[in-house]
């Protein structure tokens, strides 16, 4: 099939792109910026989300619509509230007009588990906003759908926005980690490649207009994770926790009562969490050192 994918030089977007690539479907990627991992077996379209004839030609001879593109951090889209709308629900809502024109066979959105809670601040806003425009063009245009809310995910390709990502960065480059919450918050962590895996299985018709959680089974306490981090390092951290209430994360679990609710898919996890944070702090030492190579299982800098 042909598949459009909004945002795919991104962090999960990329994962979901090389997923679909090696499914055998014939991806395009619409971004601001060409994709670093950008395959032989992929096209890649530069433009922004709000830009007219760029989604139109993107969307044009699509079976399904991946949108991945606006504000994904919680913090950026409590900053930049109004950008947050302009890329997020406005972005979405030309997205699927366009959709409604090219005759797409199914868009799918990439949406959170705060949608519908009390936490995530303007970003929480934008999400839910998409989700009452997304199921009223099905509504009104007959445009199946599939709202996929993605919980904390983490892996390669993340920058500092990611928790995982920065925690290990922080421990690492200073020893310390600031937490905007508290040590007791508890969170289900996902690695990007088993959500990614997870997110090719909704093409199925029978995902056709379902709301669908993905987002890992083994809910963790920060402290806890802190310490995990401190023990691979083989060193003490120095966690300091802001238990900042306006920080827009939530504490224990991301919902409030609602009417609607979604399905749980969880993936069947491949990547162990304590591997998967080893690979991360591989990853993220390999870029703060490129003067070190691996040899005979130690870190020996390069000849030059």
Known sequence: MK??????????????????????????????????WLRPDQRMLEGSVLDEGTVARAVEGADFVFNYAGIADIGEASSRPVETVRLNVLGNVMVL????????????????LYVYGKSGGFYRCS????????????AMHDLPYTILRYGSLYGPRADNRNAIH????????????????????????????????????????SFENQHLIISG????QV???????????????????QEDPNSGHYQITPYAFMPRMGRKLTPNLSVDLGQGILRVMEEEHRRLHPELTPEGGYLVPTDD
């Open 166 to 205: 920065r925690f290990v960065h922080e421990a690492l480059t200073t020893g310390t980690i600031t937490y905007y919450g508290a040590p007791t918050a508890l969170r289900e962590y996902v690695h990007v490649d088993d959500a990614s895996a997870a997110t090719l299985s909704v093409l199925d018709p």
């Open 217 to 220: 089974n083994q809910p963790m």
């Open 97 to 112: 007009e366009a959709c409604v024109k090219a005759k797409v066979r199914r868009y799918v959105f990439a949406s959170s």
């Open 127 to 138: 999400k839910q906003a998409c989700e009452i425009y997304i199921e009223n063009y099905q």
């Open 3 to 36: 598949v459009t994918v909004f945002g795919g030089s991104g962090f999960l977007g990329s994962h979901i792109c090389d997923k679909l690539s090696g499914a055998g479907h014939e991806v395009t990627i619409v971004d601001l910026r060409p994709s670093p």
């Open 223 to 241: 402290g806890d994770l802190f310490r995990m981090i401190g023990e691979m390092l083989g060193r003490p951290l120095d966690i300091r926790y």
